[in-house]
């Protein structure tokens, strides 16, 4: 099993993923006795928070994945425990059209937040375990790695898990917009302490 | 991050929007009461559009397709921004299976018909971003690529939004029909003005 | 644009297209009012004709697919009417999940299976479309190919529109079993004259 | 056609498979006339079992792509039978999504649990024909293998099926609890005895 593989397994459901995001728009929920005119605009201006939530996935599920391609760029063998972490963390790729769907039925509804929240925060965690796992010892990367860009990864993959959490907290007390703080992400992201020079 | 993991992601999210817009004629819409047959009839026939929508939002997606190798086959580094033009680029790919449905189930209506013309016309300007972008002071591609080239890709690149305004313009007026002008774009493209030379 | 990235995209809708066919399956339409234990074995028992569409549009995408790759192993360039011979292709290709729901929901229907067959008669001809073109004057292929490789080629992808034609005559007739004709492609694919022999 | 085809189709059914998983648990099965907190909890904490269920597929989905790999690893060359052994394999691995939809809406239902029990048991039985055919008199695999390893594959592809005869017994007299026995599956596979040492 070379790292190539599990790859290839990760870029089909990252992509899959991703699309099926759309499916959640395609579930109108509109009074029947309306005209198509007023079914319509019900439709479209009365669900806007889920086209924000649709954005807001697919920019998550895209940071994921480019954090993914990041790690494995270094990472030049996989074992059978390195192996798994990846498994289970596509699992709760897998999820996120699911938990994207609860947020935007119950746009008000704390525990539909805390449900989604909890999904990317375990994303995160195990993000941060796949980096720290094959990087302890050397383990998986190459003995010549600088140690500086180690530490670097470590940094930029514990951002997430941190700014879930306060989501988190946000989410028990203002769930309709906690998920706003998830823009941090991808702004502090930017920022160069977290990110590898292309060389 | 190399232009091969993007790529192969396109690759995914490209082929399972296409493939998710025949969910969108998997929907029958039929009233109870009536025998199997002429349900059936009702569904084949009273949806010829639904057929027609298929077919342009496929071939509209290949040629969104084609335009993004063709784009890659000159382009030879990434960049953050290249990165985050593409993926941008990419929700809007996975967003026209839904424009497509709204266009399907609201053929009279001039709001759906401008959300599915505002959706391409996002994808095709990302288009013309992502070349202009690549191409300035050869700032992605190869020091040799011919300025012609160049030229020409942002020719080509430009047809789409501009077919498009055209389409936005008919929608308010004949909605129904407005998409027929898409049908232009893959004539305007076969042009040899528009095309690459294969070497 | 080389033919790899055309088979890129095609084992992306092939496989997604294959998938999809398990959402027919996926449909119960179960009155209400009965026990689980009934509406269970109403929705098992009483769709043994879907699982069978499930397995005969599978094996048949499969026999596609596997024609298609070994066509590809000999055409070594592409140029724009290929290309766009294979899109049509890949567009009949996905909407093969639509035409098995079609036979699944209308078992009896004469329309339902015609539908069906088109669609298959449709994706055959491309087939014996694409080997036409590709090998006319040695279009796309290598000079050195062998003549008789070629004929086998045609004679094996013209099995499939033959057989299909009889399926459409029989479902004017026996509309229910029809389908069973289709049983014969693998068949006589199977016999020593349409194949290539593995070198 | 190669291996590196047939794993390329692979790949994607089985990445697409593991993903519609997730439909399973987006379709809500709440009485109307709930508040939508009440039906929120419902739908999250009255299907805990469900995701148990997705759990459980997306893992042994993702051990089936593991020992495929495992095989395609050693397995060199292809030929028609072989061929048509993956085709089978995947149409039962896109059976999956279905299978457990039917276990998630009928948890109490034996018929359910052995239809999906059947699944896995074809599913796992076809891998070990792949490798006994493979292998027979060194059929498609590299002649210097050794034995041993041959023997290793056996063994370990047998404990698919040996747990699954065993979770269908359970599955006449408990239901409800009979796919934990699957939970032995990916223990078993951890003991040395199953696994081929990395070279």
Redesign the interface.
């Known amino acids: 099993?070379t790292t190539h593989?599990i790859e290839?397994?990760a870029?089909?459901?990252?992509?899959?993923?991703?699309?099926?995001?759309?499916?959640n728009?395609?579930l109108p929920e509109v009074e029947t006795g309306l005209t198509?005119?007023t079914?319509?605009?019900t439709?479209?201006f009365g669900q806007t928070h889920k086209f924000f939530n649709?954005?807001l996935s697919?920019?998550l599920l895209?940071i994921f994945?480019?954090i993914q391609?990041?790690q494995f760029?270094f990472i030049k063998r996989t074992?059978?425990t390195h192996?798994w972490i990846n498994?289970f963390s596509?699992?709760f790729v897998?999820?996120v059209?699911?938990s994207t769907?609860?947020t935007g039925d119950?746009p008000?509804?704390t525990?539909?937040k805390l449900?989604f929240d909890l999904n990317l925060f375990i994303l995160g965690t195990l993000n941060v375990l796949n980096w720290t796992y094959a990087t302890k010892d050397y383990r998986l990367v190459d003995r010549g790695l600088d140690p500086r860009r180690i530490a670097m990864g470590n940094r930029r993959d514990a951002v997430i898990p941190a700014t879930i959490l306060l989501a988190m907290v946000l989410s028990l007390i203002i769930p309709k917009w906690s998920s706003c703080v998830y823009l941090l992400i991808p702004i502090m992201l930017?920022h160069p302490w977290f990110?590898h020079k292309?060389t």
């Open positions: 099993m593989r290839n397994l870029d089909g459901i990252f992509s899959i993923a991703m699309t099926l995001l759309v499916l728009l395609a198509l005119t079914e319509l605009h439709l479209l649709y954005a697919f920019i895209a994945w480019i391609h990041q760029h074992d059978h192996l498994i596509l699992m897998a999820l059209p699911f769907s609860l119950y008000n509804e525990v539909a449900f930017a990110r292309k």
